[in-house]
């Protein structure tokens, strides 16, 4: 069997990027203090600098365009089952006894 996949918390993988922007260690020397490949601490340290700037950012904003992205399939999605939820109706009032209540 091969290898099991190895899954690394936020909080680790943020140590680690911080530990390789303080540059007090080469990336050969921190790989083989936290047991992963240098590359790996590259790609860490990366996406750490790439997304520092939506910790001041006060949460996530998005585009207009994200926004109508996310928002039209539920809207769809909303039509759909008010037509279903009207059909329904429609057909219970047909098929429904006379004496039961509405």
């Given at each position: 069997?091969?290898?099991?996949?190895?899954?690394?918390?936020?909080?680790?993988?943020?140590?680690?990027?911080?530990?390789?922007?303080?540059?007090?260690?080469?990336?050969?020397?921190?790989?083989?203090?936290?047991?992963?490949?240098?590359?790996?601490?590259?790609?860490w340290?990366?996406?750490?600098?790439?997304?520092?700037?939506?910790?001041?950012?006060?949460?996530?904003?998005?585009?207009?365009?994200?926004?109508d992205?996310?928002?039209?399939?539920?809207?769809?999605?909303?039509?759909?089952?008010?037509?279903?939820?009207?059909?329904?109706?429609?057909?219970?009032?047909?098929?429904?006894?006379?004496?039961?209540?509405?």
């Amino acid at each position: 069997m091969g290898k099991t996949r190895r899954r690394f918390s936020g909080e680790f993988k943020a140590k680690v990027a911080i530990e390789a922007l303080r540059e007090g260690k080469t990336l050969a020397e921190l790989a083989s203090e936290f047991g992963i490949h240098p590359n790996q601490i590259t790609a860490w340290k990366s996406d750490f600098l790439r997304n520092a700037g939506k910790v001041f950012g006060g949460g996530e904003e998005f585009s207009e365009a994200e926004v109508d992205e996310i928002k039209t399939p539920l809207y769809e999605q909303i039509g759909r089952l008010k037509v279903e939820l009207d059909w329904l109706k429609k057909k219970y009032a047909e098929f429904r006894p006379k004496g039961d209540l509405p």
